[in-house]
């Protein structure tokens, strides 16, 4: 099949007429397969099955007593590793550094930073979104009613122009949501010149923070890694280290929603959330933690438990990129991004046609992630945006649920040109 | 000894001398012993051990991937029973039930309660705080700027009067801290007669809520058990459903830090919550919950594992009450509570003596709750009250920490008498 745009009028209305018949089939199948979220899959759950069974009862006792607000030794030594930076700056929390993100700009809101005035005292409050993005991030801020300011994104990263001018010179902006690495949902990682960028920022507001969700660290899909720049190493060039909130758990690494989650600062900004957060809580679960030190024994060991996932999702990548290139990519109607780590393929349709591509799925029983949820408040203007997520199914799901994907796209791109 | 009031002053020098000298004799022996909290011993620890690894692949599989923000059905039905409410009521948090509260707190401050304004909006904010009470309650509302007004204590519970008055014409009055069963620290459980006048309130503001921290649900210390009305029962005779938050935890069922907790409230406020929770958090640990449904499997089997705390709790507290009758009741200079259950003896010395007394002992190496620390703001006007944790240290320092205890009581008592 050639490029849709060369076809003429009749030839678009055969192939539509061919691709209903095709949908209709599928519809009758009665599937019902949900690609909404980033989740592991069974298999990869099962790969740290041992974890849950490792501690001693000698461990036990030992630990198991209140306290520790912000995480027991081995803990922060892990995270500090993880994220390279120092145990002095780790914060170790519950289960979910959605959470961490959550407090963190509720005490923002509500207390201040550092001695800043509250940002719920402010005439206005802006955080900057590169876009697409991670939904749950902008539920966060959209609730605190923080107004989300959409920066495009290219594969390396945020567009970093504009994010000077807006940093540098507007002190109502008082953060930046990113996803530097794997970043969700495109799968693209910052690339050292915009790390370098960001670290070199001269933010108008003191307490303006760089939120640094380094969901994907060691989530790579093969031997062939992406490399992040330590923004922390960067921004001590400039004296900028108070600047930044790093972000991480091992949910997609051990148990999503029974793993760690940890967040790293400069020490400042540790003395000033501790201060705090002393308050909210007595100390997360420890015994939770010291089962990670356990069973995540050394850095060689996370490596090949990584590949484990790796060679658990890599196939499934393969099949959706697969699919993509011979039903789609001869049409010339999409583009997407082929990344090398994270759980997601971002994939973007002719103009005014995802909506119509997510509502064509889900009447055939495939839940895609809500189109529109990449970006701010859910409005992806052009109607482009469609976040695959294909960790989770089966791979004989994931088969079908691309099948029906792609006769979707064609279907709402047939309709759009023949609208035209 | 007879009672120290009736000493003459040459008496009272010569009782000092003498305390003086066994307080300095303690005081070589160089022990260092922490009674500050209300913590779990390592014999009680070791009663779950079990929980940590009662789990199977399959339970593993099913259960532990991202989602159930309010508790899997096992955990709500779990504290449904425990707290005499229906699983609608109940949402399950993470580990600690200060966070629940704080986050409660922390959401009204913000954001409001059930569309009413935010708290934080206010000019004022006031809660009720029946003293002496719970410092960790204290710190969530003097970090909220919410002023607290001290309500005193007798052995049904708060004053009701006090309470009615301020409650039902104040506006400002928005919440009151209540440890209704085995109180922390008196001991007490509030009768039936207060508990249904905390029903009947009709508070001069929508917003207002009773935050009913019931921790100590089922820690008796023998058969001998308190009984608390329900008070959602009672509640709903005077449709005051909406005015009530409760709050508990496994903490010191089975680990203290890495137990599950929960809370329960009318479905109103329930679906308030969750409505602003899910911004926070995809949910909390599900693998804890499951742990602990299948572990603490029947009502029958949670009666039997309390008899074993209270086996190992209930020998400290009688060294604690031996101790203080045989040694300090003579004197007629202090007076303490002898509690069925719960975690604390809650002791009172002559007006002005409390802060000598924590001074005392912690030269000579045993650390008490701060003292003060069981009033808003750390003020005890009387410098009186101090709370007594027994429960953490072995038999034998405990035995050593009341023998040093004592001897402060009489050491600061007698130096108080030759003051005046």
């Known amino acids: 099949m050639a490029s849709y745009a060369s076809l003429t009028k009749e030839q678009l209305a055969t192939e539509k007429a061919n691709l209903q018949k095709q949908y209709n089939a599928f519809k009758e199948l009665g599937v019902k397969l949900d690609m909404s979220r980033g989740k592991p899959s069974v298999e990869q759950i099962a790969l740290s099955m ?41 914060i170790v929390g519950g289960n979910s550094s959605l959470q961490l993100m959550y407090d963190t700009i509720a005490r923002a809101m509500q207390f201040g930073i550092m001695g800043n005035q509250p940002w719920s005292k402010q005439e206005k409050v802006k955080f900057l979104c590169p876009v697409p993005g991670y939904d749950r991030h902008f539920a966060i801020t959209e609730l605190m009613n923080i107004e989300m300011v959409n920066i495009p994104m290219d594969e390396n990263g945020p567009d970093m122009d504009q994010i000077e001018k807006l940093v540098n010179t507007d002190a109502s902006v008082k953060g930046i949501w990113c996803v530097p690495k794997y970043s969700n949902p495109t799968g693209i990682t910052y690339s050292d010149d915009v790390v370098r960028r960001f670290a070199a920022l001269k933010p108008a507001a003191p307490d303006f923070r760089i939120f640094w969700d380094n969901a994907y660290v060691v989530h790579h899909l093969s031997d062939e890694h992406d490399e992040l720049l330590n923004i922390f190493e960067e921004c001590k060039k400039y004296n900028n280290q108070d600047m930044v909130y790093e972000f991480c758990s091992t949910s997609k690494i051990t148990f999503p929603g029974a793993g760690v989650a940890a967040m790293a600062a400069s020490e400042s900004n540790i003395k000033w959330i501790l201060k705090l957060m002393t308050v909210q809580i007595i100390g997360y679960d420890k015994l939770n933690q010291i089962r990670h030190c356990k069973y995540l024994k050394s850095q060689e060991f996370l490596t090949e438990h990584m590949k484990k996932h790796a060679a658990s999702i890599k196939p499934k990548f393969d099949i959706v990129l697969d699919y993509l290139d011979r039903e789609i990519a001869p049409l010339e109607i999409a583009h997407w991004t082929k990344p090398k780590g994270g759980y997601f393929v971002s994939f973007n349709t002719m103009n005014g046609c995802a909506k119509r591509v997510g509502e064509l ?20 203007v052009n109607d482009s945006n469609i976040r695959i997520a294909p960790t989770f199914p089966p791979v004989e799901e994931l088969e079908q649920a691309m099948q029906l994907f792609c006769i979707c796209v064609k279907l709402a791109s047939v309709e759009k040109l023949m609208e035209e």
Chains 1, 2 share one sequence.
């Open 361 to 380: 799925c889900k009447q055939a029983g495939v839940t895609l992630t809500g189109v529109g949820a990449t970006f701010p408040y859910g409005i992806d």
């Open 50 to 90: 041992e974890m849950l069974r490792c501690l001693t009862p000698e461990e036990i006792l030992k630990a198991g007593n209140y306290g520790i607000l912000d995480g027991i030794p081995a803990a922060k030594k892990f995270f500090a590793n993880l994220l390279e930076v120092q145990p002095e700056n780790i």
